[in-house]
């Protein structure tokens, strides 16, 4: 497909590439759609098996963000940016200062921020270049923490509509990735007493997050197979495909990632399989929400309440998908492109 209808097809406005050859900086940065605000997207730093794959990755990302932040009632569009390597690199500095040189040739459209395989320290790099950055050292960090709290507030939204009663104590929880926000989640489900197994691609960090919590590790793969209450991937996305829906064996799926779906069909099986599923960009807007209130000075207890309010806003997408008789999935797409539809009269797209 052409780039220019890969684009079209799904509403995005705008797609930029920057190279530095000389330091090894190869970035994109996606902007879905602005009619809320500037785009607002972490930066991921992945070492992708292709440009197309990381193309692809960078355009699904900043259409979920666009979505993430209609539905938090939040005024800001969706982009996301990647930057195609080694995030093990100890040279940062000048990948990251020339990613913030990217940022700023858009003059405000794009906001960035902390993704997977990025730092709070690297958003420092970012800043050396451009005022359009956020999670800084100096105002709200690191974002996981507050992506971990309302992702906790969801689960016990899912808990609700499957058991009628959102406590987690002595729910078994599958976690899949136990990094920056799956080990916050795992801390707050603790908390509140509920089994938990883990698996992550790093075996030194699995095994230091299984003894932190009593919990039992599996192996990567195992994960998907275990029989427990809740699964909560918090890794990379497409997790959820054919694969490994044959072997799910789980009431929820609540958990941090994004875009856990291999497709939407993947949405309607889960549907199909009576497996209650938490659309992850209304589940992980915590991230966001923290970063939108350091753009607005708030004090870090406004962030986490306005967190805490997926948990209502996830019962609202479950009630509009069981009126209409579809996926969640598909009702908070509906939801989203709604508000987004109803506000770009109000004003012109960020420029």
């Known amino acids: 497909m052409e780039i ?19 330091v090894g900086y190869r970035g994109i940065i996606a902007i879905h759609d602005t009619s809320l605000g500037p785009a607002l997207g972490g930066i991921r730093f992945w070492n992708y098996r292709s440009e197309g794959e990381a193309v692809t990755d960078v355009l699904r990302l900043a259409e979920g963000m666009s979505y993430k932040a209609a539905i938090a009632g939040l005024n800001l569009g969706g982009g996301k940016s990647v930057i195609i390597g080694d995030n093990r690199t100890r040279h940062r500095e000048l990948i990251f200062r020339s990613h913030g040189r990217l940022v700023e040739s858009l003059g405000g459209r794009y906001i960035a921020a902390e993704d997977v395989g990025t730092t709070v320290n690297d958003m420092e790099f970012v800043r050396m270049e451009t005022e359009w950055v956020t999670g800084l050292r100096d105002r709200s960090g690191d974002p996981s923490p507050v992506t971990a709290y309302g992702t906790y507030h969801g689960m016990r939204a899912c808990a609700r509509i499957r058991y009628g009663d959102p406590s987690l104590a002595g729910k078994h929880v599958a976690v899949q990735g136990v990094g920056n926000v799956g080990s916050h989640l795992c801390t707050l489900l603790a908390e509140e007493g509920a089994r938990l197994t883990i698996t992550d691609l790093d075996e ?7 003894r932190e919590f009593g919990a039992e590790r599996v192996g990567p793969q195992e994960i998907y197979g275990i029989r427990a209450d809740i699964f909560a991937p918090c890794a990379l996305g497409s997790v959820l495909n054919d694969r490994t829906l044959a072997v799910l064996d789980v009431d929820i799926v609540a958990g941090a990632a994004n875009n ?16 209650l599923y938490a659309p992850d960009y209304v589940i992980n807007a915590g991230g966001m929400i923290n970063v939108y209130g350091e753009l607005h000075d708030w004090s870090a207890a406004r962030a986490r309440r306005k967190a805490a309010e997926i ?12 009126e209409e008789g579809v996926a969640p999935a598909v009702a908070a797409g509906r939801v989203a492109r709604e508000r987004v539809r109803q506000v770009r009269h109000l004003q012109r797209s960020w420029v």
């Open 260 to 275: 856990q779906l291999a497709t939407p069909r993947h949405g309607d099986e889960l549907q199909r399989r009576g497996i």
């Open 311 to 322: 948990f209502t806003a996830l019962l609202q997408v479950f009630e509009l998908a069981e």
């Open 4 to 22: 220019f209808e890969r684009l079209a097809e799904d509403g995005h406005e705008q797609l930029a590439f920057w190279s530095e050859p000389d």
């Open 204 to 210: 030194e960090r699995a095994e230091r997050v299984a």
